[in-house]
């Protein structure tokens, strides 16, 4: 039994040539691919090169920087059928992460720092981790302590990074810091933030991997920057703004991510009605049992729900909605789309019962990579906090 490619929730319309491509790279890497850059805690280095080589890395960049200049509803389109492919988060940080990045640098670089670095990043040659979270500070980006003290031509870096991916490969990080105390003179707690383009690889900086429990082939880590030299001219954007430029990328991280979550929800819910036909016990098919039945027929109406929430903030996005009605639609969407991807990997765990827990089966693997997205990158609770006072206009809860 399977679900008719008709039915199957997804995001956006139109895009028929985007999926059909990606599905033909992804069928390259079987599971057991994914199964194996788990275990070994390896990066998929041969999948991130095929999707550099295909433009899909950086589709999203404007042509004049060398990126395919697709609007944000192609790119959910296509990280949509990453996260269907089977590879789950793993396969799904891979493609994206160098979109935030490169958003920043193209939006807020200078020159100097577009020269430096933009070419090597779109070929895929320059990995660069995203340094915000720290582990006294949490969703309050404003009580971040590291500090960049400007000394004549150069920032002075000193403070610590949690969770930072790919930071054992990467060469560079782009890093949010203090230039001004938190409220100094009257100040907004969110000024006196800046982003610095820093380097890793250097006596200045230690680097200790997380051990996790899951998605282990995209390594995450503690960073740590004991008076790190940071040029300058690697400053992005306007000092002490940082934390307004983080903004404006972070509505279309919150889409990307909820579109990758329906695409695992899908992998996941197809996975469970192909067993729930297959399995027989006493005589017949557990599909044909309402309580298998109806948890995977309330996941489809969830996925479905998402998927259309990922489609309205998409086009909205691309329509040049506000920005403030656009992280309306791009909240609502990572909320519905991490839960119901998460619900859904749940039910298929109790569908295939003891067998979930067998690797041959990769439901595990999903459930335990997709639980972080009710957290990250933003809480969950956080985005109801976000809609009570935001959007219903109750007062603010902290």
Same mark, same amino acid.
């Given at each position: 039994?399977?679900?008719?490619?008709?039915?199957?929730?997804?995001?956006?319309? =139109?895009?028929?040539?985007?999926?059909?491509?990606?599905?033909?790279?992804?069928?390259? %890497?079987?599971?057991? %691919?994914?199964?194996?850059?788990?275990?070994?805690?390896?990066?998929?280095?041969?999948?991130?090169?095929?999707?550099?080589?295909?433009? $899909?890395?950086?589709?999203?960049?404007?042509?004049?920087?060398?990126?395919?200049?697709?609007?944000?509803?192609?790119?959910?389109?296509?990280?949509?059928?990453?996260?269907?492919? =089977?590879?789950?988060?793993?396969?799904?940080?891979?493609?994206?992460?160098?979109?935030?990045?490169?958003?920043?640098?193209?939006?807020?670089?200078?020159?100097?720092?577009?020269?430096?670095?933009?070419?090597?990043?779109?070929? !895929?040659?320059?990995?660069?981790?995203?340094?915000?979270?720290?582990?006294?500070?949490?969703?309050?980006?404003?009580?971040?302590?590291?500090?960049?003290?400007?000394?004549?031509?150069?920032?002075?870096?000193? =403070?610590?990074?949690?969770?930072?991916?790919?930071?054992?490969?990467?060469?560079?990080?782009?890093?949010?810091?203090?230039?001004?105390?938190?409220?100094?003179?009257?100040?907004?707690?969110?000024?006196?933030?800046?982003?610095?383009?820093?380097?890793?690889?250097?006596?200045?900086?230690?680097?200790?991997?997380?051990?996790?429990?899951?998605?282990?082939?995209?390594?995450?880590?503690?960073? $740590?920057?004991?008076?790190?030299?940071?040029?300058?001219?690697?400053?992005?954007?306007?000092? !002490?703004?940082?934390?307004?430029?983080?903004?404006?990328?972070?509505?279309?991280?919150?889409?990307?991510?909820?579109?990758?979550?329906?695409?695992?929800?899908? $992998?996941?819910?197809?996975?469970?009605?192909? %067993?729930?036909?297959?399995?027989?016990?006493?005589?017949?098919?557990?599909?044909?049992?309402?309580?298998?039945?109806?948890?995977?027929?309330?996941?489809?109406?969830?996925?479905?729900?998402?998927?259309?929430?990922?489609?309205?903030?998409?086009?909205?996005?691309?329509?040049?909605?506000?920005?403030?009605?656009? !992280?309306?639609?791009?909240?609502?969407?990572?909320?519905?789309?991490?839960?119901?991807?998460?619900?859904?990997?749940?039910?298929?765990?109790?569908?295939?019962?003891?067998?979930?827990?067998?690797?041959?089966?990769?439901?595990?693997?999903? $459930?335990?990579?997709?639980?972080?997205?009710?957290?990250?990158?933003?809480?969950?609770?956080?985005?109801?906090?976000?809609?009570?006072?935001?959007?219903?206009?109750?007062?603010?809860? %902290?």
């Amino acid at each position: 039994m399977a679900i008719k490619p008709e039915h199957l929730p997804i995001t956006t319309v =139109g895009h028929d040539d985007i999926r059909e491509s990606v599905r033909s790279l992804n069928a390259k %890497y079987p599971l057991e %691919y994914w199964s194996q850059k788990e275990e070994k805690q390896e990066f998929p280095q041969e999948y991130f090169d095929d999707f550099v080589r295909a433009g $899909w890395t950086t589709m999203t960049v404007p042509e004049e920087y060398g990126g395919g200049g697709a609007s944000v509803s192609q790119a959910s389109a296509m990280l949509e059928e990453v996260g269907a492919s =089977g590879g789950a988060t793993a396969a799904c940080s891979t493609v994206h992460s160098s979109h935030i990045s490169i958003s920043s640098l193209i939006k807020y670089g200078s020159d100097t720092v577009k020269e430096r670095y933009l070419n090597r990043m779109v070929a !895929g040659e320059l990995a660069v981790s995203f340094g915000v979270t720290e582990p006294n500070a949490g969703t309050d980006t404003t009580r971040i302590a590291t500090t960049a003290v400007r000394d004549g031509d150069r920032y002075v870096v000193n =403070g610590q990074k949690v969770w930072n991916s790919h930071a054992q490969r990467a060469e560079k990080v782009l890093l949010l810091c203090r230039t001004s105390p938190r409220g100094a003179n009257g100040a907004k707690p969110t000024d006196g933030l800046t982003m610095l383009m820093a380097d890793l690889k250097v006596p200045e900086v230690t680097i200790r991997k997380i051990a996790k429990l899951g998605r282990n082939a995209v390594d995450s880590n503690e960073v $740590w920057f004991n008076d790190l030299s940071v040029d300058a001219d690697d400053l992005v954007g306007t000092e !002490g703004k940082g934390f307004y430029q983080i903004l404006a990328s972070v509505n279309t991280e919150r889409i990307f991510l909820a579109a990758e979550c329906v695409g695992m929800g899908r $992998w996941c819910l197809e996975r469970a009605v192909e %067993y729930a036909g297959e399995r027989v016990v006493f005589d017949r098919p557990i599909g044909k049992n309402q309580s298998v039945q109806h948890p995977l027929a309330q996941s489809y109406i969830e996925l479905s729900g998402a998927a259309l929430a990922v489609r309205e903030a998409a086009e909205a996005y691309d329509a040049g909605a506000p920005a403030k009605e656009v !992280g309306r639609l791009a909240n609502t969407a990572k909320f519905l789309a991490s839960e119901a991807a998460f619900n859904t990997a749940d039910r298929a765990m109790q569908v295939h019962g003891g067998y979930s827990f067998a690797t041959e089966y990769h439901i595990g693997r999903h $459930w335990i990579e997709l639980r972080p997205h009710r957290i990250a990158p933003v809480n969950n609770q956080m985005v109801l906090n976000f809609i009570g006072e935001k959007v219903l206009g109750l007062p603010r809860s %902290y």
